[in-house]
């Protein structure tokens, strides 16, 4: 019931690679972990979401504010490897419209 | 009356024990026969209403419980989330959830305001009562399409 956050940095790539539960508890720390990448202009910031078997509105909260940040910044985000449960809410809630989500959706739910 | 068991959990108003009761609900609604992908909705659903209870009861302040009843059915799971004492305005909370629009702009997206949205969308039924404190009571069936084709499998009351 926790997340880990892992970032590489290779060129204008940042990879984050999260693992375990996204709700209102580990929320903040991926904000804090996810915001500043999204600030250094040029930067494409690639979140791996293979391990996250868990996610509600809390972590949608989060990568809408980080999808803000890039606009505000002229940088990118895209969200690779989702799990279908994961993709589902994103569906659900239409932000499958405005971000970038590799279509190799896990369970190919596309 | 309706035969039902009642499982009662209160957990402290902190973020941190939502897990503790999503693990809670997985197993109960494992132990009734819902199939994976309900059980996964049936977690985002109770995730959600605890956390505003968190956020809006509380204040984030980490004080006072929530209380957390499950009411086991036959053909149904109830779910109730009780944040005593706190309250939010409901007005307020509903108004401008629902899915983005290609045409919203996206300066306008609100960070916070899918949970109820979600609730909605994941459970059958959802009443709100906000008389004292708020308390949602959501409900979730059992194999809906079964039950809709076969009435006999309906334990009424009596």
Redesign the interface.
């Known amino acids: 019931?926790n997340l880990t956050i892992d970032v590489t940095n290779k060129e204008n790539i940042a990879y984050v690679v999260l693992s375990g539960?996204v709700?209102?508890?580990t929320a903040p720390k991926l904000k804090d972990a996810l915001l500043p990448l999204t600030k250094e202009e040029g930067q494409t910031v690639e979140v791996d979401l293979q391990n996250v078997n868990?996610m509600?509105?809390?972590g949608?909260?989060?990568f809408?504010?980080a999808?803000?940040s890039t606009?505000e910044h002229n940088t990118d985000l895209k969200l690779v490897q989702m799990q279908e449960?994961v993709y589902r809410?994103f569906k659900?809630?239409?932000?499958t419209?405005?971000m970038n989500i590799d279509s190799t959706v896990q369970g190919g739910m596309q | 009356m309706e035969p039902f068991d009642f499982v009662e959990i209160k957990v402290p108003a902190k973020a941190e024990y939502i897990g503790v009761v999503r693990l809670s609900i997985s197993g109960i609604a494992n132990r009734m026969g819902f199939t994976y992908e309900d059980i996964e909705d049936l977690k985002v659903a109770i995730s959600e209403a605890i956390t505003n209870a968190v956020k809006h009861g509380y204040n984030e302040t980490g004080e006072g419980e929530i209380t957390i009843g499950f009411g086991v059915y036959d053909d149904r799971l109830e779910v109730m989330v009780a944040d005593h004492g706190g309250s939010f305005n409901l007005g307020d909370i509903k108004q401008d959830i629902g899915p983005y629009k290609q045409d919203d702009n996206i300066e306008e997206l609100r960070e916070g305001g899918f949970g109820l949205f979600l609730i909605d969308a994941l459970m059958d039924k959802v009443e709100i009562n906000s008389k004292y404190g708020v308390i949602v009571l959501m409900t979730k069936y059992l194999h809906e399409a079964e039950v809709g084709q076969n009435g006999d499998q309906i334990s009424t009351s009596q």
């Open positions: 019931m539960e709700d209102a508890f868990y509600d509105s809390t949608l909260g989060v809408i504010s999808l803000k606009k449960r809410l659900i809630t239409g932000l419209e405005i």
